[in-house]
């Protein structure tokens, strides 16, 4: 059974990088999209992007200028980090996998992340 | 890029049924195939829908999706309502570069 698990800092100020790192445990992350997905009360569950297992990426584009996600198979994690950070960042992020691009659906989450922006 | 709207909330009384919709803005909702999921507090997503209609090992079949053609929306119905249901449920699509969240629907059961 595969689970995700996503670390990192609860409080971020604002200007700052927000880092976030899922930890992948039971399975291989090989033939997999890993992604993030966040979540906030406004604006419900935002895409950021994803990373392939052999390292292709693809953003959101309303993020893709601040967002870098990376992927390190030898310790099964990947990590997301959003620049320059301001309040409407606020929000638990998640981490999910997927098999395909186009069919199927994201089939295992982490529990979530809170994230808050705040000086 | 689309977007797709749901109704805020429905409510319904235990065994009764409820349909959710989810209308997508622009472009046609047969280009990319509908998943609908279910979130309750203080849990991540998890799926009752996918590819439009269909139900993953484990998930009732009073669980079922539909396209509309000429609605331009997907809806999720939900038959013989359960306390358990009570939840927020969203859609999900693609548009080929990325993946578009319906706003979410609270279903109450009375």
């Known amino acids: 059974q595969v689970q995700l698990q996503e670390s990192g800092p609860g409080l971020v100020k604002p200007s700052e990088t927000l880092s976030l790192n899922c930890t992948v445990s039971?399975?291989?992350?090989?033939?997999?999209?890993w992604n993030w997905i966040r979540q906030t009360p406004g604006k419900g569950l935002e895409w950021i992007g994803y990373i392939y297992y052999n390292g292709e990426t693809n953003y959101n584009p309303s993020l893709e200028s601040r967002v870098t996600i990376s992927l390190d198979t030898s310790t099964n994690q990947f990590s997301l980090k959003v620049r320059s950070v301001t309040a409407a960042d606020t929000a638990v992020y998640y981490c999910a996998r997927k098999r395909w691009q186009q069919m199927g659906y994201f089939d295992n989450w982490g529990q979530g992340a809170q994230a808050t922006v705040s000086s | 890029n689309f977007m797709l709207t749901q109704p805020h909330s429905v409510s319904e009384s235990p065994g009764k049924t409820v349909t959710i919709s989810c209308t997508r803005t622009?472009?046609?909702?047969?280009?990319?195939?509908v998943q609908w999921y279910r979130q309750r507090p203080g849990s991540a997503p998890t799926i009752v829908i996918f590819?439009?209609?269909?139900?993953p090992s484990g998930v009732p079949d009073r669980f079922s999706g539909s396209i509309d053609s000429s609605a331009n929306s997907a809806s999720l119905t939900i038959s013989g309502l359960k306390t358990e249901d009570e939840a927020d449920y969203f859609c999900?699509?693609?548009?080929?570069?990325?993946?578009?969240f319906g706003s979410g629907t609270r279903v109450t059961v009375l």
């Open positions: 999900q699509s693609y548009d080929g570069s990325l993946y578009v």
């Open positions: 622009t472009g046609s909702i047969d280009t990319n195939y």
């Open positions: 039971g399975g291989s992350m090989t033939g997999y999209y």
């Open positions: 590819e439009d209609k269909q139900r």
